[in-house]
Nanobody, 123 residues
Framework: QVELVESGGGLVQSGGSLRVSCTMS????????MAWFRQAPGKERDFVAG????????AYANSVKGRFTISRDNAKKTVYLQMNSLKPEDTAVYYC????????????????WGQGTQVTVSS
């Protein structure tokens, strides 16, 4: 079965940078589109960024466009989210997600989820 494990979260000052990672085990990584979601306390889980199976196509929430970059290293079975120019409103638990289907939209339909990694941005 597919397992996703996130890492790289932490505390960073506003304007700083952080990279979170998600590594897959138990699945054929290139069969899956990957995405990052985030959830702040008391708020809904929101789509952040998605990437197609071989990385040809990416999608971003408007709130992070120009600041965040999603990428994948298929040899390492890892998807990354590089977060630059971080803002306090980026504070959330960041979740990695995977789906095998190439159809549909990037912001929904994910079957597998990691446990999340906390990103805290201080003002």
């Amino acid at each position: 079965q597919v397992e996703l494990v996130e890492s790289g979260g932490g505390l960073v000052q506003s304007g700083g940078s952080l990279r979170v990672s998600c590594t897959m085990s138990g699945g054929s990584f290139t069969n899956y589109a990957m995405a990052w979601f985030r959830q702040a306390p008391g708020k809904e889980r929101d789509f952040v960024a998605g990437i197609s199976q071989i990385g040809r196509t990416t999608a971003y929430a408007n709130s992070v466009k120009g600041r965040f970059t999603i990428s994948r290293d298929n040899a390492k079975k890892t998807v990354y989210l590089q977060m630059n120019s971080l803002k306090p409103e980026d504070t959330a638990v960041y979740y990695c997600a995977a789906k095998a289907s190439a159809s549909g939209t990037f912001d929904s339909g994910y079957a597998y989820w990691g446990q999340g990694t906390q990103v805290t941005v201080s003002s």
